[in-house]
């Protein structure tokens, strides 16, 4: 089918319906976008991923926009409008309301393929480790630096965990 | 690292060679890793984000990778070096633009980069010349073996590698081909692979990543899923679709030589006739005419200019690039100036004229 006003080959098919009279018109890409039917088209994936995670309604809301994550301090409604979230803890704290939005966003919930050679890490030894240094982290804010030198030190002897 | 001596090669990526460079101009691989004891970099401190640079910096150089890698501290660099890079596809737009401590490790050839504190901790990346995705993964396989064994990563067995954002969650695995496709482009055809590409999951990008316009003809196509497939499976994926793609083009190609083949000849000559004579050039219309001259030798319709020195201009000729061989900053018109003599001169030391 050939494009109504030239002779490109028409990609846009409109139909309007106005008092129950319908009518077609059929355009190629440059004179629908000429005759602002559409938007030139950005290549924008990431940015509709991001629209999808802000308005995502799940059922449980009320109770997961009371979840704040222990070791980040992240609430769960605040990654919903950032669409990031705080800290690797988080996919545990706000699994009831990430489940269903993977299962949209990547049509699965769980990890298939490569896993670490070490195997996973010891995870109430690093989330220790992430609490403190966010306690670290509010001491230094706050300028107790007694405090602050305490937290240090006790990191410090939790070895170094990268 | 000495970022001047970049300045005058084109980079392994447009070096122009491997399997059907042609249409694929380079395939990359690109794994978010996160550590697992440490918030992700948004929501880190800027005394954090010195801490998770300082452990991944050290980390990284111990890396026993021949040549080995060097360390570019990106809020050392001038906002023209943090550009060059980005220009060179060797950091993205987001950590060029980014605040705070961050930086990328890279090696002598350009294939390998690594980039710290971008929206995750880590960002590997692998990058050739050409449809070789498989060496591409083999190799940010091994580069990521090795820092593992000194790196704890988030990770758990059910969502796998953890992630700021839950677009990357699983294998933290992009794989990326980079096409040249003029003629699906000339012929309106592009839209039908963009919908085939879309239904099975693949991502249509410009050149630049995220948002950028496909100029040049230049197409990125990736994964959209990194949860619940292997990385074999990802990558077998975008494999078995990129032969079509390439097949289509060719045939886009013959049938524009058999049914118009002096429309043809004129649009490449008319291309590089304003290459050759132009004096004030825009980026965006360098790209246009270039991908014409690239598509002309590719069906031998140009004779004495080769693929790489088209694929060398194509990045000389870059906003940034540009400044740093003329030595100077220079404002857009400028810039349009020193684009089209540079152009004009490359081209005649060819020994190139228009036919």
């Given at each position: 089918m050939k494009c109504q006003f030239c002779s490109q080959p028409a990609t846009v098919h409109l139909t309007k319906i106005i008092d129950q009279q319908k009518q077609e018109i059929h355009l190629c890409q440059d004179c629908a976008e000429a005759k602002n039917f559409v938007k030139h088209q950005e290549l924008n994936l990431p940015a509709l991923l991001q629209n999808v995670i802000g308005q995502f309604l799940d059922p449980h809301l009320d109770e997961l926009s009371r979840l704040v994550c222990p070791v980040c301090g992240i609430r769960y409604m605040e990654f919903r409008t950032q669409g990031r979230l705080g800290c690797p803890h988080d996919y545990t704290v706000f699994r009831s309301g990430l489940e269903p939005l993977l299962q949209r966003l990547q049509r699965s919930q769980r990890h298939v393929g490569k896993s670490p050679r070490q195997g996973p890490a010891p995870t109430p030894q690093l989330i220790e480790i992430a609490q403190l240094r966010r306690q670290l982290q509010s001491a230094v804010d706050a300028e107790a630096y007694e405090e602050a030198a305490r937290l240090r030190d006790l990191l410090r002897s939790k070895g170094s965990h990268g | 690292m000495n970022l001047d001596s970049l300045t005058h090669t084109s980079g392994e990526w447009l070096r122009g060679s491997g399997p059907e460079s042609d249409i694929v101009i380079s395939s990359r691989i690109r794994l978010a890793r996160n550590l697992a004891a440490f918030p992700f970099t948004n929501r880190a401190s800027t005394s954090q984000k010195s801490e998770i640079e300082a452990l991944l910096r050290e980390r990284i150089l111990k890396l026993e990778i021949t040549p080995r890698l060097g360390y570019v501290n990106l809020p050392g660099l001038s906002n023209l070096d943090r550009q060059f890079l980005v220009e060179r596809q060797l950091i993205s737009r987001e950590l060029?633009?980014?605040?705070?401590?961050?930086?990328?490790?890279?090696?002598?050839?350009?294939?390998?980069?690594?980039?710290?504190?971008?929206?995750?901790?880590?960002?590997?990346?692998?990058?050739?010349?050409?449809?070789?995705?498989?060496?591409?993964?083999?190799?940010?396989?091994?580069?990521?073996?090795?820092?593992?064994?000194?790196?704890?990563?988030?990770?758990?067995?059910?969502?796998?590698?953890?992630?700021?954002?839950?677009?990357?969650?699983?294998?933290?695995?992009?794989?990326?081909?980079?096409?040249?496709?003029?003629?699906?482009?000339?012929?309106?055809?592009?839209?039908?692979?963009?919908?085939?590409?879309?239904?099975?999951?693949?991502?249509?990008?410009?050149?630049?990543?995220?948002?950028?316009?496909?100029?040049?003809?230049?197409y990125q196509i990736s994964n959209q899923v990194t949860l619940g497939k292997s990385e074999a499976q990802i990558l077998e994926e975008i494999h078995s679709v990129i032969p079509q793609i390439i097949r289509y083009e060719r045939e886009a190609r013959n049938a524009w030589l058999r049914d118009n083949r002096q429309g043809l000849q004129d649009k490449v000559s008319?291309?590089?006739?304003?290459?050759?004579?132009?004096?004030?050039m825009t980026s965006e219309e360098t790209m246009e005419l270039l991908s014409y001259v690239r598509l002309g030798v590719n069906v031998q319709l140009v004779g004495d200019l080769t693929i790489p020195t088209i694929n060398e201009l194509f990045i000389q000729t870059q906003p940034a690039h540009l400044q740093k061989l003329v030595g100077m900053s220079l404002d857009g018109e400028e810039r349009n100036t020193a684009r089209a003599r540079y152009l004009r001169t490359r081209l005649r030391e060819a020994g190139v004229m228009p036919n």
């Amino acid at each position: 089918m050939k494009c109504q006003f030239c002779s490109q080959p028409a990609t846009v098919h409109l139909t309007k319906i106005i008092d129950q009279q319908k009518q077609e018109i059929h355009l190629c890409q440059d004179c629908a976008e000429a005759k602002n039917f559409v938007k030139h088209q950005e290549l924008n994936l990431p940015a509709l991923l991001q629209n999808v995670i802000g308005q995502f309604l799940d059922p449980h809301l009320d109770e997961l926009s009371r979840l704040v994550c222990p070791v980040c301090g992240i609430r769960y409604m605040e990654f919903r409008t950032q669409g990031r979230l705080g800290c690797p803890h988080d996919y545990t704290v706000f699994r009831s309301g990430l489940e269903p939005l993977l299962q949209r966003l990547q049509r699965s919930q769980r990890h298939v393929g490569k896993s670490p050679r070490q195997g996973p890490a010891p995870t109430p030894q690093l989330i220790e480790i992430a609490q403190l240094r966010r306690q670290l982290q509010s001491a230094v804010d706050a300028e107790a630096y007694e405090e602050a030198a305490r937290l240090r030190d006790l990191l410090r002897s939790k070895g170094s965990h990268g | 690292m000495n970022l001047d001596s970049l300045t005058h090669t084109s980079g392994e990526w447009l070096r122009g060679s491997g399997p059907e460079s042609d249409i694929v101009i380079s395939s990359r691989i690109r794994l978010a890793r996160n550590l697992a004891a440490f918030p992700f970099t948004n929501r880190a401190s800027t005394s954090q984000k010195s801490e998770i640079e300082a452990l991944l910096r050290e980390r990284i150089l111990k890396l026993e990778i021949t040549p080995r890698l060097g360390y570019v501290n990106l809020p050392g660099l001038s906002n023209l070096d943090r550009q060059f890079l980005v220009e060179r596809q060797l950091i993205s737009r987001e950590l060029a633009a980014a605040e705070g401590p961050r930086g990328v490790a890279l090696g002598a050839q350009e294939t390998v980069s690594l980039m710290v504190n971008e929206e995750d901790h880590l960002r590997l990346q692998v990058m050739r010349s050409g449809f070789t995705l498989n060496e591409a993964w083999e190799q940010i396989d091994q580069v990521d073996d090795m820092l593992e064994q000194r790196i704890t990563y988030a990770f758990s067995e059910e969502f796998g590698y953890l992630t700021a954002c839950p677009t990357n969650v699983g294998t933290g695995m992009r794989a990326s081909v980079m096409l040249h496709l003029p003629a699906l482009e000339y012929t309106k055809q592009i839209e039908k692979v963009f919908r085939a590409l879309q239904k099975i999951n693949l991502a249509v990008r410009g050149l630049y990543g995220e948002g950028s316009r496909a100029s040049g003809h230049f197409y990125q196509i990736s994964n959209q899923v990194t949860l619940g497939k292997s990385e074999a499976q990802i990558l077998e994926e975008i494999h078995s679709v990129i032969p079509q793609i390439i097949r289509y083009e060719r045939e886009a190609r013959n049938a524009w030589l058999r049914d118009n083949r002096q429309g043809l000849q004129d649009k490449v000559s008319r291309a590089f006739g304003t290459l050759c004579s132009a004096t004030m050039m825009t980026s965006e219309e360098t790209m246009e005419l270039l991908s014409y001259v690239r598509l002309g030798v590719n069906v031998q319709l140009v004779g004495d200019l080769t693929i790489p020195t088209i694929n060398e201009l194509f990045i000389q000729t870059q906003p940034a690039h540009l400044q740093k061989l003329v030595g100077m900053s220079l404002d857009g018109e400028e810039r349009n100036t020193a684009r089209a003599r540079y152009l004009r001169t490359r081209l005649r030391e060819a020994g190139v004229m228009p036919n």
